[in-house]
């Protein structure tokens, strides 16, 4: 035979033997009546495979499916092979049972009861038989984070009952040892501050081990700025021990802050500029800590420096200090300086107290004296509140819902005389996200100054783009004062959103007998861009009795870059 004829030949037998191997096989279900086999087709089981052995195994799953259901007599009658690629599956459903009675041991009949909420003196309980599994499943969790993830679950002394229904004791075989944490290892992050393993997270060496508790605890790292979990946590059991790993990856959370505003001067007609720089230093010594400053030049010929320094689990303990410095100067009028010292609990990821004293100075600058402004001193001892919620994967909005609320009760020294005061305030801020591209922002922010008498220079300063929008940075002044900021927001994309203003005032100045409401409106957008958050705000302010003027418009601009 030619060398030609016998490569087509076997190249020929190559592509047979091919489709013989790769031929589909088929199978279908049947019953021992219409009914049955109804119930059979209602398991949507697969019916065709490309091999016998996972045909076979599909049987398998099917019968699985009958157990569940309740068919727990079922019967696969004969598997018959009709064709060379067809099979067909006889089933005997026979009785289905709906109800199966779980007797308990008296050892673990607490706790069992307690996971599955029985508040009955009997030691049974009945479920349906389509729930069996999944309660099966539920008790051996729940009883392994008890302590012993090696507990083992089964059911014995099955016994039929009347009325279609079974009755089983739950047989649980425990380790002769408990679980509990031996080591924690930090992975990806190696320098992660420690003391936010033991604080923040509430994990520690010696605590029962439970996964499903150190899950839940661990996913309170979307609440830090400086780290992210990028898995979930895993343990390592030997003979002798427990080994948790968690693992954690550090984050940029430094952020420099400016922006650059002008406006016209209604009386010279002129434009004018002003503008901030805003630096926040994070856990750039790996301690959790935080170093904010801040100065700020406006239009005003207004002056402030601000410095805040933040640490918290001092020497490990649950307490953090915080310490702050505030200088404000008002052109030529006063100059006013605070100072304060604050001890912090964490008590978990979101909540915060705080407790503390707070020092201020301020000088008449004027040399002609006014007699609304003066020098004094005064001492406050305060308390405080703080929540903080983040929104994971969201680099436009990374804070969900804010909220500060502090009280301090003190004293104003003028001219060797004292007077008695109190100081309230709160300051929160919600997002509520309509679905992935709209949402609205609310921040409402309120503060309270109550003294039998005031100085101008101890009131409360608003106004601008971190307060009610379209007025000029602080020019307002008031011993009660009151802002409600509201952002409609549309996301165009990951990078970009566009934003409506929207903000109402209103404040009381006791010293001019002045009660008035403001207004704010205006439009904006946000641009992430490599070198950081852009923001664009166009607003307009105007009070309760005054016509509106597009002169008085203000254009503010201004980039947060991370690093």
């Not at 589909?24 to 495979?49: C, M, P, R």
């Not at 434009?271 to 720089?277: A, I, K, R, W």
């Not at 990821?349 to 006014?370: R, V, Y």
């Amino acid at each position: 035979m030619p060398l030609k004829n016998i490569i087509i030949f076997l190249l020929f037998g190559w592509l047979c033997q091919i489709n013989l191997f790769s031929q589909t096989l088929y199978v279908s279900a049947k019953g021992s009546t219409e009914k049955e086999t109804a119930i059979l087709d209602s398991l949507n089981y697969q019916k065709s495979f490309t091999d016998f052995a996972s045909l076979e195994q599909e049987i398998t799953v099917l019968k699985n499916k009958l157990n569940s259901l309740g068919f727990i007599e079922s019967e696969l009658g004969e598997l018959m092979k009709q064709t060379d690629s067809t099979y067909l599956a006889n089933f005997i459903l026979n009785l289905r049972y709906k109800k199966i009675r779980l007797t308990f041991d008296e050892t673990f009949l607490q706790n069992v009861k307690k996971i599955m909420s029985v508040s009955s003196d009997e030691n049974y309980v009945d479920i349906e038989i389509t729930k069996l599994e999944e309660t099966l499943k539920l008790l051996n969790a729940e009883i392994s984070n008890l302590g012993d993830p090696f507990s083992q679950l089964q059911l014995g002394n099955i016994i039929k009952r009347p009325n279609r229904s079974l009755e089983a004791n739950l047989v649980i075989t425990q380790t002769s040892k408990k679980r509990t944490i031996d080591s924690i290892i930090v992975k990806g992050y190696d320098k992660f501050p420690k003391s936010y393993v033991k604080r923040f997270l509430k994990l520690k060496e010696t605590q029962d081990f439970n996964l499903t508790t150190i899950k839940r605890k661990t996913a309170e790292l979307e609440n830090i700025s400086f780290a992210k979990q990028i898995k979930d946590p895993e343990v390592l059991f030997t003979k002798d021990s427990t080994v948790l790993y968690i693992y954690i990856e550090k984050q940029s959370s430094n952020a420099f802050d400016g922006f650059l505003g002008f406006s016209s001067n209604q009386e010279t007609n002129k434009l004018e500029f002003n503008g901030y720089l805003n630096l926040n230093l994070t856990n750039n010594l790996n301690f959790g800590e935080s170093f904010r400053l801040i100065y700020k030049s406006d239009e005003s010929e207004q002056k402030i420096f601000d410095v805040n320094a933040k640490l918290p689990y001092l020497l490990g303990s649950p307490l953090g200090v915080e310490l702050g410095l505030n200088i404000f100067k008002k052109d030529s009028t006063f100059n006013t300086v605070s100072q304060s010292a604050k001890l912090l609990w964490q008590i978990n990821s979101k909540h915060q107290i705080s407790a503390g004293i707070d020092g201020i100075s301020s000088t008449n600058l004027l040399d002609d004296p006014i007699g609304i402004v003066d020098d004094y001193n005064s001492n406050f001892y305060s308390i405080a509140y703080s929540y903080l919620k983040r929104q994971q994967n969201q680099l436009l909005f990374p804070i969900n819902f804010k909220m500060d609320v502090s009280a301090g009760l003190g004293t104003r020294t003028f001219e060797n005389n004292d007077a008695s005061q109190s100081k309230y305030s709160i300051e929160t801020f919600k997002i509520f996200n309509l679905n992935n591209r709209n949402s609205i922002f609310i921040k409402l922010s309120a503060s309270l100054l109550a003294s039998d008498a005031y100085f101008d220079n101890e009131l409360f300063r608003f106004g601008g783009i971190n307060s009610i929008r379209g007025f000029e940075e602080n020019g307002l002044a008031g011993n009660l004062v009151s802002v409600a900021n509201s952002e409609y927001r549309y996301q165009v994309s990951n990078d970009l959103y566009i934003h409506s203003i929207l903000d109402v005032s209103y404040f009381e100045n006791d010293i001019i007998s002045t009660k008035q409401k403001l207004y704010g409106f205006g439009f904006g957008f946000g641009l992430l861009t490599k070198a950081g958050l852009f923001k664009f705000n166009f607003s307009n302010g105007k009070s309760e009795n005054q016509a509106f003027k597009l002169s008085d418009s203000k254009i503010h601009l201004s980039l947060t870059a991370s690093f």
